[in-house]
């Protein structure tokens, strides 16, 4: 057995259930605020970024053992065992990796099922800042990973098989990203949605502030009026009743 093989990889995981996952999380957040929406988005956005590193990762992993067993030990020349030990290192970096990225999405799983017991506000900020770090390193050590693989490469079929990978991956995580965008744009239109609709809001209680104070003033100003009327009704009654008062 190679040395490469006494430590095998993690099982991978059912990217389905996991995909899975991120929908039930989202169907029980339901009509949450935009915060929590936003919070269990950034969660989500990470698990699917994982999924994909981790594929690639494998597929790297696989073409470069492949290629490594292709030549028997015994008949390598000093540069070819130079070769095979960039190999061997090559797959020993891939197989670290896997093993972070199949813990972050173990995380990622984790946290996620306690969205249904956890408000989402109460999620570490940490942990959010945390998971965006751990991925962005990722994405950068598979492409260093890629790199290296395809410098060591023996044909241009190998070469082109491990860009392949690197391409697609990179397609598919620009789409996240694009996707992400959207989400983004979809939050900030919501966001502008409703504090349109809390400004229209006040300027109608403004409104209604106003058509209550001017028919306040109204209700006033008929009543003066009307002291008035009755005033000047009693200072008449008052002068008609001098003369008949002065008579007796």
């Known amino acids: 057995m190679s040395p490469q093989d ?7 995981l059912d990217a389905r259930t996991e995909r899975a996952s991120f929908s039930a999380a989202r169907h029980h957040v339901g009509e949450a605020g935009l915060i929590q929406l936003d919070t269990l988005e950034q969660i ?17 992993v696989t073409a470069t053992l492949k290629q490594l067993h292709a030549t028997p030990p015994g008949q ?3 540069l070819t065992q130079q070769h095979r030990a960039n190999l061997e290192g090559i797959v020993q970096s891939g197989r670290a990796q896997i093993q972070i990225a199949h813990r972050l999405r173990l995380t990622i799983q984790e946290t996620l099922a306690q969205v249904r017991e956890t408000p989402l506000e109460q999620i570490s900020g940490h942990l959010l800042n945390t998971l965006s770090e751990s991925v962005h390193q990722q ?24 860009e392949q990978v690197g391409t697609q991956a990179a ?8 996707d992400r965008g ?11 949605a409703e504090t349109l609709g809390r400004i229209r809001e006040l300027e109608r209680a403004g409104q209604s502030q106003a058509q209550r104070k001017n028919q306040l003033l109204a209700e ?14 009693s200072a008449e009654d008052q ?7 002065a008579q007796q």
């Open 220 to 233: 006033a100003q008929t009543a003066e009026a009307r002291i008035a009327e009755l005033e000047q009704a």
């Open 44 to 60: 989500i956005h990470a698990g699917r970024e994982q999924i994909v590193v981790t594929q690639a990762l494998r597929q790297v």
């Open 239 to 245: 002068a008609e009743t001098a003369p008949e008062d």
């Open 182 to 192: 959207e989400h983004e744009l979809m939050k900030l239109e919501r966001e502008a």
């Open 6 to 12: 006494e430590h095998p990889l993690p099982e991978e």
């Open 76 to 78: 390598l020349s000093a």
């Open 139 to 162: 994405v950068q050590d598979l492409e260093a990973i890629i790199g290296a693989a395809v410098g060591q490469a023996d044909s241009l079929e190998q070469v082109a098989g491990l």
């Open 171 to 178: 397609a598919r995580l620009q789409q996240m990203e694009h």
